[in-house]
Nanobody, 126 residues
């Protein structure tokens, strides 16, 4: 059974940092396309970052480029999202997702991912 468990969320002030983790069981993350998404109540789920397993390339949404870094530790079967210089607009529930194959340049399409975590809340406020 596939299980993705996010952790590391919390409440921080603008400009501070958080590192989210997504630990997987039942699958080997190194064999999957992986995405980080976020959602605010009443709004559509937004793609934040993704890894294309076919080429190892990491993608970022324009809104987080230069501030967020996605990485993975194959030995721990865990992916991370390092979030620096957080802004109030980053407030959301963050989800990790995994799929065997999302297709070329399709990492941002949440509908292509079959496996999702339960989410972790990130709140950025003064």
């Amino acid at each position: 059974q596939v299980r993705l468990v996010e952790s590391g969320g919390g409440s921080v002030q603008p400009g501070e940092s958080l590192r989210l983790s997504c630990a997987a069981s039942g699958i080997t993350l190194d064999e999957y396309d992986i995405g980080w998404f976020r959602q605010v109540p009443g709004k559509a789920r937004e793609a934040v970052s993704g890894i294309d397993n076919s080429n190892g390339k990491v993608y970022y949404a324009d809104s987080v480029k230069g501030r967020f870094t996605m990485s993975k530790d194959n030995a721990k079967n865990t992916v991370y999202l390092q979030m620096n210089n957080l802004k109030p607009s980053d407030t959301a529930t963050y989800y990790c997702a995994a799929d065997k194959y999302t297709g070329p340049s399709s990492w941002f399409l949440s509908s292509l991912y079959d496996n999702w975590g339960q989410g972790t809340q990130v709140t950025v406020e003064s």
